[in-house]
């Protein structure tokens, strides 16, 4: 990575990563309260690990606090395990008790474009683009300031 691309992360990688968590909580409750889609148990799980994101991301964006980063990171983390661990369920790459999920089932695609992004797959995205933006960070010494 050159120069111009460590300073472009490291002056703007907070509010990026702040970005694509109020980007992606926005778009969970668009889906859920105005079009009405009632998510899974695998779904609300996922929303668990993207709003505390949302705060720790916008206040550290605002106070330039590279530290938050070590706190960010287990969400993240956490929230990817579950998007993969979601579509594959909604893929068929893993069967599971539909038990489970409550009175909306796992398998369900509310949105399935171009043949494969759905909703657990747009999660798994915002939870990976989350995560390596803050290792870009921390690898750039941002959490030394």
Request: hydrophobic share 45%.
């Amino acid at each position: 990575m050159d120069t111009k691309q460590r300073n472009f992360i490291q002056e703007n990688g907070l509010f990026l990563a702040f970005a694509i968590a109020l980007i992606s909580i926005s778009g969970s409750l668009y889906f859920s309260e105005i079009l009405g889609y009632i998510p899974c148990k695998l779904c609300w799980f996922q929303r668990v690990t993207m709003y505390p994101l949302t705060i720790i991301l916008g206040i550290a964006a605002v106070k330039k606090d590279f530290r938050q980063i070590y706190y960010v990171l287990p969400f993240a983390v956490i929230g990817m395990i579950l998007g993969i661990y979601h579509y594959s369920i909604q893929k068929g790459f893993i069967s599971t008790d539909d038990t489970f999920c409550g009175r909306v089932p796992c398998t369900g695609q509310y949105i399935n474009w171009f043949g494969f992004l759905t909703i657990p797959l747009l999660s798994l995205m915002a939870h990976t683009l989350i995560f390596i933006i803050c290792l870009l960070l921390h690898k750039n010494r941002g959490d030394n300031k």
